[in-house]
């Protein structure tokens, strides 16, 4: 039996190599175990480790979808913020300037639809207001004296970009009371510009002149003109055919405003009369002048005709 089971073991083996007896047992024992690494469980440590690992992972998923969110909220604020400032850029902004130039001891009251204008305050005689309105074609502005309705002014034009729109209010002649209206619009320049208005009713004739403070030049000036003058301090005349001085006012003339200079006053038929004068709107500050560049240009008289008048809209009733 001894003998059988060596033989038997002998031709198990007789197909392996031809080695030693211990380096062939050592190679099959290789073949047939498992690995240590296999073998060996992971520690507690390693899976932590793991664990942690795959939390981070989710964790960061999270936090890069809060991240995601909380960009894609702000990129849609920012986008409402830039739609809202080009329709706010889009949004025109008309100063409306009104000028009382209607000669009555009353104030001219406007209201724009159930909007009071000039609220408690209506407009004084040689007065001018500026307001802040988005104006339409079709908007109607409406001119009492007290409760008693004066007049209705519909615009039927407006520019399409920012601009200082004047509108004067005058007596339609020298007999009746009704309202009269005359109206511009500035055009976008970097000098100051003169409306030259009259307003005046009645047969008297007389030529408004420009001079400046600093130089003995003067330039005629042409009603329902627009001129362009450089900054500095003038002095407007009115002279009549006579050659006498009827009125005269000074005045400070700024780059980029616009300025208003109306001939008012009435010879009326029925009525009081209102001497001829002189107005002009805004009262700029002396001060501006001062350390300015453009100040030392302001002996340079120099006139440039600008725009001319553009009808806004028409007077719909008379009172």
Known sequence: LRTTKHAAVTGALSAVPRLPLPLRMRRLRRRLTPSPRSRTPRSPMRLVALVLAACASEGSAAFLASSAARLAGRLRAGAENVAEGIVQGLELRHQLRICNAYPYIAAVAVHKGDKAMTGNSPLAYKACQDFKEHLTPGDRLEFSVGSTGAGTFELTDVPASDAVLLLVI??????????????????????????????????????????????????????????????????????????????????????????????????????????????????????????????????????????????????????
Not at 220 to 234: K, M, P, Q, T, W
Not at 242 to 263: H, I, K, N, P, S
């Open 170 to 319: 005058t007596r339609h002649d020298t007999i009746s009371t009704a309202m009269a209206f005359q109206s511009h619009v500035f055009a976008h320049v970097v000098t100051a510009q003169i409306a030259v208005i009259d307003a005046y009713k009645g047969s008297a004739r007389a030529t408004p002149k420009l001079s400046s403070q600093e130089s003995t030049q003067s330039e005629d000036l042409r009603f329902e003109s627009v001129v362009a003058v450089n900054h500095g301090i003038y002095e407007a005349k009115l002279v009549g055919e006579d050659g006498r001085v009827e009125a005269a006012t000074e005045f400070v003339a700024l780059d980029r405003e616009c300025y208003v200079l109306m001939r008012v006053g009435v010879d009326a038929e029925r009525g009081p009369d209102y001497d001829q004068e002189m107005v002009i709107f805004p009262r700029s500050s002396v001060f501006s002048l001062i350390g300015s560049s453009a100040s030392r240009r302001a002996g340079r008289l120099a006139l440039t005709p600008a725009v001319s008048a553009i009808l806004l809209g028409a007077a719909l009733s008379f009172s």
